[in-house]
């Protein structure tokens, strides 16, 4: 039987904001839980190897948020999404095709088409300070508390259609459950006044669940079920690796995590820059041109490579993990790296044939002693074993004069 081992908080990462509290949240599950998300902030915590996440609540309109390709990176990392409530759950409806997991109510009026405009989960909150607290009233919420007054018969359907018409009528920064009630007739607001305190907060029910989700999902990761299947996809765009190296925190041994951004100014700033960027660039175009050229490396080609790497620098099996998180590096990423060694190590070993009249192993050899020095270094040390195998020929032959 697979012994089960306990969730921890770092499984398991849930951004959010005004939907739920982050106390309760932690009620549900181990979790750690980040503020709403923003473009880049899954990337960032893809390294430190959650086996899910659950995006709840995300920041739009003067803040650029969470995007598709960033969040199909985690899957491609073998981490799980999980999205509802808010953000999550315009997120799972346009990409729950590619695997990532849609949950609650509010997910499912979104693919289901009842809803499709993003103004509908958007509201007004406090910042972090204060908790997240809610100011304005999402539409999501009126349409729900429309329904349960259905259900309660305080609202007939053309009651219910006036209440939510009322609300899409009042911007999102301003709509508040007083400003929604002030546009209805006087009976239907003084039946609705007393039943808003036990209405539904579908953000939050969503929340609670999107939670409760990704937390399964993670115990059943613990208990050895596999990772979530890779979206399909060609090689890595550029707009991803470079969005990468800005966002992707680098986690160093003992846990103190820097963004990745930071840690290439700093190696900008270094007097082998140029060298460093060069032999890089040296290394990417071949495996680019690999790609180009139909070249393809399997699996166990790319393990072997990573394998080969990590073994030049002394990083043992058991280490493995923590140092390509010490490298700013999630799974999908050092599979990437991989790829690129192993097929640079394909091109080198058919340069003669790679591009027409292509240059031999001998050839590169020589281009690289010449700029180097070593040429210079070989050819004197070579010389001058030379001369001392004459010099001893020589003695050896005047000892046996007459």
């Known amino acids: 039987m697979t012994k089960r081992r306990a969730l921890r908080p770092a499984d398991v990462v849930v951004f959010l904001g005004p939907s739920l509290p982050a106390a309760e949240a932690r009620r549900i599950a181990p979790c750690r839980v980040s503020p709403p ?6 990337l960032a915590v893809l390294p430190e190897r959650p086996l899910a996440i659950a995006l709840v609540d995300g920041l739009f309109d003067t803040t650029p948020s969470p995007w598709h390709r960033e969040i199909l990176a985690a899957l491609d990392a073998g981490v799980a999404v999980f999205g509802g409530a808010s953000m999550g759950a315009l997120r799972a409806a346009e990409l729950e095709r590619f695997g990532v997991v849609g949950v609650g109510r509010i997910f499912r009026w979104y693919r289901d088409g009842v809803i499709d405009d993003d103004s509908e989960v958007a509201l007004l909150h406090a910042g972090a300070e204060h908790g997240f607290r809610p100011f304005t009233v999402p539409l999501v919420a009126v349409r729900a508390a429309a329904e349960a007054a259905r259900g309660e018969r305080l609202a007939s359907a053309r009651d219910a259609r006036a209440l939510v018409a009322a609300a899409a009528a009042v911007p999102y920064a301003v709509r508040t459950w007083p400003r929604v009630l002030g546009a209805l007739r006087p009976a239907l607001r003084d039946r609705l006044l007393p039943f808003l305190p036990r209405a539904p907060d579908p953000k939050a029910e969503d929340a609670r669940a999107c939670i409760e989700a990704a937390a399964a ?8 079920a596999p990772p979530p299947a890779a979206p399909p996809g060609e090689a ?6 470079r969005a990468r190296l800005v966002h992707a925190r680098t986690v160093l041994p003992g846990g103190a995590a820097i963004p990745s951004g930071e840690v290439v100014a700093a190696l900008a700033r270094r007097p082998d820059a140029g060298r460093l960027a060069a032999d890089g660039l ?4 071949l495996a680019a041109l690999a790609r180009s050229s139909g070249l393809r490396v ?13 073994g030049r620098l002394g990083v043992p099996a058991r280490r493995r993990e923590p140092f390509l998180a010490a490298c700013g590096l999630d799974a999908a990423a050092a599979r990437d790296l991989g790829e690129d060694l192993a097929l640079e190590a394909v091109v080198l070993g058919m340069a003669g044939r790679f591009v027409p009249d292509g240059p031999s192993w001998e050839e590169g050899l020589a281009l690289a002693a010449r700029l180097t020095g070593a040429w210079v270094e070989e ?3 070579a010389l001058d074993g030379k001369s001392r195998s004459g010099s001893k020929s020589r003695s050896r032959s005047g000892s046996r004069s007459k």
């Open 379 to 381: 050819a004197a040390r």
């Open 37 to 42: 998300a923003r473009a880049g902030d899954v």
């Open 298 to 310: 399997s699996g166990d080609d790319v393990e072997a490579a990573l394998r080969a790497w990590l």
């Open 217 to 224: 999902f993670a115990r059943a990761r613990r208990a050895g």
């Open 282 to 285: 040296r290394r990417a175009l």
């Open 236 to 241: 890595t765009p550029s707009l991803l690796r």
